[in-house]
């Protein structure tokens, strides 16, 4: 499967941003999918999973702030990002994971084969 991510940009904090990532070569309601990101100096880290049939996780930083959804009628997956903060600036990187199981979703990036080539969201203080 291929993933397209976009939706990123240059925000201030408080302000909101949707990112979306689009799939395309495989059955896309066959995958898992994930929000990851990566600040300058930083390692990978895990935002936000889906599963198959639509529960979901979050990294406990953007519980609260952060939705992650998904539709299957579109191939894509969507993080909203709401009440933005400085440090939430990093490449946000889609991922996605073949699943045999409806309700797992991953939340560690060794899970994932499949990314995308990410999007930089920038928020200045």
């Known amino acids: 499967v291929q993933l397209q991510a976009s939706g990123g940009g240059l925000v201030q904090a408080g302000d909101s941003l949707r990112l979306s990532c689009a799939a395309s070569?495989?059955?896309?309601?066959?995958?898992?999918l994930g929000w990851f990101r990566q600040a300058p100096g930083m390692e990978r880290e895990f935002v936000s999973g889906?599963?198959?049939?639509?529960?979901?996780t979050y990294a406990d930083s953007v519980k609260g702030r952060f939705t992650i959804s998904r539709d299957n009628a579109k191939d894509t997956v969507y993080l909203q990002m709401n009440s933005l903060k400085s440090e939430n600036t990093a490449v946000y990187y889609c991922?996605?994971?073949?699943?045999?199981?409806?309700?797992?979703?991953?939340?560690?990036?060794?899970?994932?084969?499949?990314w995308g080539q990410g999007t930089q969201v920038t928020v200045s203080s």
């Open positions: 991922a996605a994971a073949r699943s045999s199981y409806s309700g797992r979703y991953y939340n560690t990036s060794v899970r994932y084969p499949y």
């Open positions: 070569g495989r059955t896309f309601s066959d995958y898992a």
């Open positions: 889906i599963s198959r049939s639509g529960s979901s």
